[in-house]
């Protein structure tokens, strides 16, 4: 059973920077796009960004160009998302999975509070 294990949320003040990480139990990430979601309090959860099979072809939500990287270490069996510029309308909790997702392989997710 494959987990994904997101770190690296907290609060932080609008204009900061968070850099999140997640971490899979085996291998996997190397065979797949990998993707970060988030999902607002209240609502439904939302594709921020994905990264192609061995780290070119990036794409990102509207809501984050130009705000957000993401990155993979396949050697690692690690994803990033480095978050600049934060605002108070990214505040949700963040996942990483697979794209198209696997709803087997949710993890917690990471909690990122933007506020002042």
């Known amino acids: 059973q494959v987990q994904l294990v997101e770190s690296g949320g907290g609060l932080v003040q609008p204009g900061g920077s968070l850099r999140l990480s997640c971490a899979a139990s085996?291998?996997?990430?190397?065979?797949?796009?990998v993707a970060w979601y988030r999902q607002p309090p209240g609502k439904q959860r939302d594709l921020v960004a994905r990264?192609?099979?061995?780290?070119?072809?990036?794409n990102y939500a509207d809501s984050v160009k130009g705000r957000f990287t993401i990155s993979r270490d396949d050697a690692a069996n690690t994803v990033h998302l480095q978050m600049n510029s934060l605002k108070p309308e990214d505040t949700a909790v963040y996942y990483c999975n697979i794209y198209p997702p696997r709803p087997s392989f949710w993890g917690k997710g990471t909690l990122v509070t933007v506020s002042s």
């Open positions: 990264i192609g099979i061995g780290g070119g072809n990036t």
């Open positions: 085996d291998s996997i990430f190397k065979h797949y796009y």
